[in-house]
């Protein structure tokens, strides 16, 4: 009796002194600031200004740096996970051991509660490794297809200034009239445009690749991605994957951990769990002074984190199967589209041979052999992009499955 008098005594004590607190010194409210006063104006025209840039775009000839840092796809994958963002942090938390000598520290996790600990917080640890080791792979291959595109816009911007040259040396002559050689003049400009915009693209995934994998972001060395963009020829076995997904993904893996301990220490995870998902899942704490004279949490309360949890997994189970088929299936879609643009490339590449024979046999076919090659150059671009989909969707596939922190 004395104690809970003395308990009821401290609670009234506190919360007289909490509301004293607060009634001693009533805020105000900033004042509010006055509204802008803006004047009026016409409507006018709004144009850039370029008044400071060169009025013609230099004529040098596309080139891209001598010297790289050479990359691999598996090294790209590797470093990615090694500096994933607090993935180590994750590892290294004090609640993932136990103390030497446990009754000694009463405050400090058990044995079970540690290994729970460690188990949930490694996994999340991967999770962020494999998202890691995603979006760098991603970029990776992004860049591939940059610097290949690259190439074949510096060869077609080559071929079309040459007969720009052409035309306006027959124009000179009157030989030539003046739409044709303004038209070569707007697809020069257009390919300038191209490349300029393509050139700050690599740069810019430059500067990302380097952030992902942990490299100086001063290195004036651009990336140079060294991989063979190899398109398998058998589809994925969709259900092999799904079941290898289930299996190894480590979102899924860190809640079957949950469910299988159902000790004090788990259920305060879980509960920070469902908090981050949605803050109206978790139990709403009650008064922290109530908290305090809680021994242990209501079995109740526990059973309805457990049930929480599994329609949490089974939900994450139907989502990850949706997303490996549907990773599965893109697959698939881009290895098929790869083919048919490359009997495209073969087909352009046959009628630059046969143009280029009539050509040394002195036949004039300056303006069609210039039409196949820029076809040829286009064909051989979306043939490139095919090949970095198909691979790009295969990083897709393999994060979905959680395997990229595995292999």
């Given at each position: 009796?004395?104690l809970?008098?003395?308990?009821?005594g401290?609670?009234?004590?506190?919360?007289?002194?909490?509301?004293?607190?607060?009634?001693?010194?009533?805020?105000?409210?900033?004042?509010?600031?006055?509204a802008?006063?803006?004047?009026t104006?016409?409507?006018?025209?709004?144009?850039p200004?370029?008044?400071?840039?060169?009025?013609?775009?230099?004529?040098?000839?596309?080139?891209?740096p001598?010297?790289?840092?050479?990359?691999?796809a598996?090294?790209?994958?590797?470093?990615?996970?090694?500096?994933?963002?607090?993935?180590?942090?994750?590892?290294?938390?004090?609640?993932?051991?136990?103390?030497?000598?446990?009754?000694?520290?009463?405050?400090?996790?058990?044995?079970s509660?540690?290994?729970?600990?460690?188990?949930?917080?490694?996994?999340l640890?991967?999770?962020?490794?494999?998202?890691?080791?995603g979006?760098?792979?991603?970029?990776f291959?992004?860049?591939?297809?940059?610097e290949?595109?690259?190439?074949?816009?510096?060869?077609?911007?080559?071929?079309?200034?040459?007969?720009?040259?052409?035309?306006?040396d027959?124009e000179r002559r009157g030989?030539?009239?003046r739409?044709g050689?303004?038209?070569?003049?707007?697809?020069?400009?257009?390919?300038?445009?191209?490349?300029?915009?393509?050139?700050?693209?690599?740069?810019?995934?430059?500067?990302?690749l380097?952030a992902?994998?942990?490299?100086?972001?001063?290195?004036?060395?651009?990336?140079w991605?060294d991989?063979?963009?190899?398109?398998?020829?058998?589809?994925?076995?969709?259900?092999?994957?799904?079941?290898?997904?289930?299996?190894?993904?480590?979102?899924?893996?860190?809640?079957?951990?949950?469910l299988?301990?159902?000790?004090?220490?788990?259920?305060?995870?879980?509960?920070?769990?469902?908090?981050?998902?949605?803050?109206?899942?978790?139990r709403?704490?009650?008064?922290?002074?109530?908290?305090?004279?809680?021994?242990?949490?209501?079995?109740t309360?526990?059973?309805?984190?457990?049930r929480?949890?599994?329609?949490?997994?089974?939900?994450?189970?139907?989502?990850?199967?949706?997303?490996?088929?549907?990773?599965?299936?893109a697959?698939?879609?881009?290895?098929?589209?790869?083919?048919a643009?490359?009997?495209?490339?073969?087909?352009?590449?046959?009628?630059?041979?046969?143009?280029?024979?009539?050509?040394?046999?002195?036949?004039?076919?300056?303006?069609?052999?210039?039409?196949a090659?820029?076809?040829?150059?286009k064909?051989?671009?979306?043939?490139?992009?095919s090949a970095?989909?198909?691979?790009?969707?295969?990083?897709?596939?393999?994060?979905?499955?959680?395997?990229?922190?595995r292999?």
């Amino acid at each position: 009796m004395r104690l809970g008098a003395a308990i009821l005594g401290c609670t009234l004590i506190l919360a007289v002194a909490g509301c004293g607190h607060h009634r001693a010194q009533p805020s105000e409210s900033p004042a509010k600031p006055s509204a802008p006063n803006l004047s009026t104006t016409k409507r006018g025209v709004l144009e850039p200004d370029l008044s400071a840039l060169p009025r013609d775009p230099s004529d040098k000839p596309p080139a891209r740096p001598g010297e790289y840092r050479k990359l691999t796809a598996e090294e790209c994958r590797y470093f990615a996970v090694k500096n994933a963002p607090l993935a180590d942090d994750l590892d290294a938390h004090p609640e993932n051991r136990t103390p030497s000598h446990p009754h000694l520290h009463p405050g400090q996790p058990s044995p079970s509660e540690a290994d729970t600990s460690r188990k949930v917080r490694g996994y999340l640890a991967d999770e962020l490794r494999n998202k890691s080791a995603g979006e760098a792979l991603d970029k990776f291959y992004q860049l591939a297809q940059a610097e290949g595109q690259f190439d074949l816009l510096a060869k077609s911007l080559k071929e079309l200034r040459a007969r720009l040259g052409d035309a306006e040396d027959a124009e000179r002559r009157g030989l030539a009239d003046r739409a044709g050689v303004d038209n070569l003049r707007v697809q020069v400009l257009d390919l300038e445009a191209k490349v300029a915009e393509l050139e700050a693209g690599i740069d810019s995934l430059n500067a990302a690749l380097r952030a992902h994998l942990g490299m100086d972001s001063a290195d004036p060395l651009s990336i140079w991605p060294d991989d063979p963009l190899h398109v398998r020829s058998e589809d994925v076995d969709i259900d092999e994957a799904v079941r290898n997904g289930l299996f190894y993904r480590s979102d899924l893996n860190l809640i079957r951990t949950l469910l299988a301990d159902d000790g004090e220490g788990a259920d305060d995870l879980a509960q920070a769990l469902l908090k981050q998902i949605s803050p109206l899942l978790a139990r709403l704490k009650s008064n922290p002074l109530v908290s305090l004279l809680t021994v242990k949490r209501n079995r109740t309360s526990r059973e309805a984190t457990q049930r929480q949890l599994q329609s949490l997994l089974e939900g994450r189970e139907r989502q990850a199967e949706a997303e490996i088929r549907a990773a599965a299936l893109a697959l698939r879609g881009h290895r098929l589209a790869t083919v048919a643009r490359s009997a495209e490339v073969r087909r352009h590449a046959a009628t630059v041979t046969e143009l280029e024979k009539k050509a040394a046999a002195g036949q004039p076919v300056t303006a069609e052999l210039t039409k196949a090659k820029l076809d040829l150059w286009k064909a051989q671009g979306e043939l490139l992009k095919s090949a970095v989909e198909w691979r790009r969707a295969d990083v897709k596939l393999r994060q979905a499955m959680g395997l990229l922190v595995r292999e």
